[in-house]
């Protein structure tokens, strides 16, 4: 008999422990990012069509991203201007496994928006690269802001609570300032591998606090010996991420920055598109010289095939002494509808950012970031020390001397082999 409640137990626990689940914080503050993660054995794959947002029974706008990363999907999206209440994501016309059947039903969470604003936003709200990455942040707050960031292995769940009654940030953590409604790249160094790596991205203030999963593909390439080339920071594509949705059968385009961060030279730089997206994107078959300290902007073509589907990779740029990967995330679907509201373009010109391009003879006293226009000092443009003033007006006079003492050798030489002319020795005793 207790043989018999037990299988019978465990045949009613087993479809609720299989099924799909959504997995994301209970509450947001207003204007906050929010991110998900979505769980289960799914046999169609989630679309951005298929994930709605609902105010109680009210269907409201939403604009998600969704990516699927190993055996997640990952969720993130916008909650601007929604007021505070209660909430539901609902995902809508996936098929996935509840046990042994096959089932279609919704997978809902419920959540709340509190009274209360979020400190600053953030764009991406989840992380697929190749190598080093950055996160957009945005100030929401009236007053100026100090985010710290750090990276870590796995997650905290108790981060986000903790925040409210203080920092979290370990001694190892960096900071970054923001004006109030400013918008700046908070960058991420990570060691290459040959193996694919999870971590999370931290990012905090006192009152708001973010965990954005994050997946560093293999870096593939290799030297002549077959070592691993581990990419470094001397090169940068801005945004370091993109999210791109289209309905079959069409083309699209967008564009990218390419940063040189090398104060000294300039950098010939490549692009290439990994196998998985290279039939869908299309990248310029030449290689660009860019300044130092510069960056330069290109337009990369995406085309959609005939059948929907999420498919990811890399747009890889590649110079002589280092690389960087951008990740890409394709959503093709039959009912996609582009929306004029769409402001994943967070670039802003270098005199919106309160800054200046220093010039040739010029470098930055402090901290830079990358603007619209190159890379923009936020501090102040100096000119070149003295030591190398001295240096080239040194050099340059040596160059003079050695030009003037030539030019009198010629001179005299010349004077010297001069043949003798009669007429003219006469006209002188004259």
Known sequence: MKLGVIILSLLILFPAISAAQINMNPSYAQDETLIASVSGNFLSQIQQQNVLLYNGHVRVSFIPVIEKMNDSFYIYGQLNNRSAGNYSIVISGV????????SRSDITKNFTITNSTADFSVDPGFVDSGGNFSISVWNLNENPITIA???QNSTSSGNFLESLFGSNAPSGSQTILLQSGQIKSVYFSVNGSSVQQQLYAILETSNTSY??????EPFQNQ????NSIIPS???EIQPSAANVSLSTNSTTSRYIYIYNHDNQSSANVSLSVSPSIS???SVPNETFEIPYNSSIKIMINFTSGAGEG?????INALSANSNYSMSISLNFSNSFLPSSSDTSSLFQTCSQLNGNICGENQTCSGQTTNAQDG???????????NDQAGKIIGWTIVAIIVFLLIAFIIMRYRKASRPFNLLDFMRKRK
Not at 211 to 216: D, L, M, Q, S, Y
Not at 310 to 314: A, K, P
């Open 149 to 151: 960031y750090w990276t």
């Open 279 to 281: 039939q869908y994107v």
């Open 375 to 385: 890379v923009c000092c936020l501090a102040t443009c100096r000119a070149i020390s």
């Open 310 to 314: 999420i498919f990811s990779g890399q």
């Open 233 to 235: 920071s001397g090169i």
């Open 95 to 102: 098929s996935y496994f509840q046990g042994a059947q096959v």
């Open 211 to 216: 965990e954005i999963p994050v997946f560093i």
């Open 223 to 226: 030297d002549s010996s077959g």
